[in-house]
């Protein structure tokens, strides 16, 4: 979440997928951390431009995406046997139950109707080929997307998060991370980051030059 400690003048970005959970549990041993009024992965807000620490971590697009897709089927379709405990009440308590009480005060959109409606095969029986059709819709739905439904969309490249004032720190440069998808038994990354490579790069070359990747 996107998180600030107001006493000590921090101000956390958290990019969906970059690691924004393994830094508020640093923080948290430290601090007393706030998430923003505006709620899980705001962007930056100019509302805490006075703060003296803004910063964010960033993710490499190819496995930032993949952990994404994975992610999405580790929420809806995985068997609880193959997710840690640890993993299940993480997930309730930062995904399931926010979203639900969400989901009941504002209706989905249509643009979220379609998303779920498109995105479901292919994220029901992953593969890599499921990978790359799952990259190109959406796409096509980060076309459609406005301001106003911004916040909510986790497809984004990772410098629309953020402003000149954030000093950006690579999630791969930390000694320790936690929330990691969790995965199937027998699964393996490199098929699908080798099938999507092309699809990551053309679609997020902005984040691979704006962050040295």
């Avoid at 706030?34 to 805490?48: D, L």
């Avoid at 930032?64 to 840690?84: D, N």
């Avoid at 819709?137 to 459609?144: A, D, G």
Wanted: negative net charge; proline residues 7%; hydrophobic residues 30%.
């Amino acid at each position: 979440m996107t998180y600030i400690v107001p006493d000590k003048k921090i101000y956390y970005i958290h990019i969906p997928k970059s690691g924004g959970t393994s830094e508020y549990d640093n923080l948290a041993k430290d601090y007393h951390v706030q998430t923003v009024p505006t709620g899980k992965h705001s962007p930056y807000s100019e509302e805490y431009e006075d703060y003296e620490c803004i910063y964010t971590h960033v993710r490499n697009p190819h496995t930032r995406m993949l952990s994404q897709y994975l992610f999405q089927y580790e929420m809806r379709f995985m068997y609880e046997k193959f997710i840690t405990k640890e993993r299940q009440a993480f997930n309730a308590k930062e995904h399931i139950i926010p979203f639900a009480k969400w989901s009941t005060k504002i209706p989905p959109s249509p643009i979220d109707k379609r998303i779920m409606e498109k995105q479901t095969p292919l994220v029901q029986s992953p593969s890599p080929e499921n990978y790359c059709r799952w990259l190109y819709t959406i796409r096509l739905i980060l076309k459609e997307l406005t301001t106003d439904n911004f916040k909510y969309r986790p497809y984004s490249l990772q410098s629309e998060w953020l402003s000149d004032k954030v000093f950006v720190k690579k999630i791969e440069d930390e000694k320790t991370v936690s929330n990691i998808t969790s995965r199937m038994p027998n699964h393996e990354d490199q098929p699908y980051l080798d099938a999507a490579k092309n699809l990551i790069e053309e679609y997020y070359y902005e984040d691979f030059n704006d962050f040295g990747y």
